[in-house]
């Protein structure tokens, strides 16, 4: 194991299936000669050249359409978005195009393509840049939407997306980018399923289901709730559809009780998803109701101390776990 | 020259004004007073002065992120300007939009937005409210040469042009899309060239002159406000500085920099008045009206409250309905 950020996983995600296999290709804005907005394709036009690592003007309709039919025909296409904002202006892409093809054409045409970006709000960056993606894209079928929290999984799910047969939403964070950890080492080929959870921190006090940068929150919060001598059952889904149940389940019949934390709005997403199938499948289980800690249901303003509302903090977990056990604040 | 020099003299304070601004938001933002992204225009300011001269009180505007400058050169109070960065409850978008979305409605502008391409097709809607209504008023709207490429641009295009609404579309062409020079984004050098395949006029020129930018724009006003269409205009320009704060830009030569500074809008315009005979002690009266301008703006931004979660909560669909 060797200690690398989440942003160097992803790149040698990208190298390492660059290197493998002579159809995948990276193609967004300023992932050439910019080295990349956030530089997770640093060295790779070096390293790749033109023809595999491309730049493209402001067209995300037209670049996201061009990879999905590549892909369509053979190609393995990585299309970046600077940020998944600017995704909704190639939405219907997306959703109508690369999500349909395969069931359309009766299984005749296969669209293997990774959409990748950063997701979620960052810092100040206000209501058009901040939104957090995945209570979308999961709606479809006919797309996997994949959410790693740790470099660990950043690589191994990159790496089990770019190989998938099926257009993958690969969702990464501005605040994630710098994030330290755990790697395989050099030379061995870790990749991570899709569609497989990971417990993230053992106990029998409560599970909390999360993912994202809400992911280090709880971890935080786990922290603290240990000192008081509460120990949360971490689960990190890693994808978000399809959702591993049956891990999610196994905690809650451990534990009796559930807090999911995530960043997008509590309307709807994998959050409601995730309450739906835990009161279904583990109803008796439960000795309280499952509760999420979800970003606040309001544009994201700009100014810092209203964004601090907004987003999930480690009091609001502590004090949601606080309550699903029945104790006071 | 066309304009009379006290006009000139106040094209300039409002040039000066607005890099002032500019320089004093940069330090702000160092100190972490202000966030998020800020785009500077400095290098730029003689597009928003003379455009901004060239239209009527009553008339439309919309820019990109890239927005402070034009919303000093319409009249926005460098106070509220100053607070949005900020963040505070008395900035123009009461701390909620911050430096890529300002909104001055008393001042006809009407943002401020952050998505490539977004906000063209919302002048073409402005300008068709004008229409629909007759009430005379005129759409200035502003973008990025990168932002000829997107959806956003052909489609508005295709709407303004068939149905010949009142604006006017700027693109205020400052040779780099983020670290992109243009020759890697377009086939084209001349961008006119695409105003012809929506049946739209169209000019073109170096946009350092505030007069000549005035005096061009006018035309094209003009021509929007008698009913005659919309126009095209591509601005040759350069940005001094990066993209936005977190940009080095080290996509482009110092030589490259200093060459284009050269062209700076603040000194062409200086030189021209001092052609004409200006003397040195008007130019440092601006100055120090600017700078007290400025510092005051700081400051009111400095003891403003900070923005409020009731504006938050009170402002996600407009209250008191169903
Ligand atoms: C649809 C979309 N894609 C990408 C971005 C990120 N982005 C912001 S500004 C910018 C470059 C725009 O360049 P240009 O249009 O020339 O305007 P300038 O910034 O030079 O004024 C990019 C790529 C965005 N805001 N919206």
Redesign the pocket.
Known sequence: MRIIRYREALREAMVEEMERDADVFLMG??VGHYQG?YKVSEGLLERFGERRVIDTP?A?AGFAGVGVGAAMVGLRPIIE???W??S??AFDQIVSNAAKIHSMSGGAIRCPIVFRGPNGAAKQVAA??SHTVEALYTHFPGLYVVAPSTPRDAKGLLKASIRDENPVIFLEGETLYGVKGEVADEGVDEVVPIGKGRVAREGDGCTVITWGRPYYTVMEAAERLAADGIELDVIDPRTLRPLDEELMLASVRKTNRCVVVHEHWPYGGPGAQIVDVIQREAFDYLDAPVLRVAGLDVPMPYASNLEDLVLPTVDRVVEAVRRVSYLGA | MTLDSEELFNLYRRMLLIRRFEEEAARAYAQSHAGG?L?LYIG?EAIAVGASAAMAESDYVFQ???DHGIALARGMAPGAAMAELFGKDTGCSRGMGGSMHFFDVEHGFYGGW?????HLALAAGTAFKSRYRGDGAVTICF??????N?G?FHEAFSLAGLWKLPVVFIC???????G?P?SRTSPLTDLTLKAQGYGMAADGFVGSDVSVVKERVATAVKRARDGEGPTFIEIQTY?FRG??MSDPAKYRSREELEERKKDDPLAVTRAQLEAAGAEVARFDEIEEAVEREVAAAVEFAHDSPPALEQTMLDTVLVKGQS
């Open positions: 804005e300023e907005a402001i995300e978005f600077m940020t904002n600017f909704f202006v058009q840049h | 992204f785009h730029q990109t992120y890239r952050g998505i490539v391409g977004g973008f990025g040469e990168g932002a000829t997107i956003g205020e062409n400052n040779r780099y899309a983020m992109t243009l940005r993209h936005s």
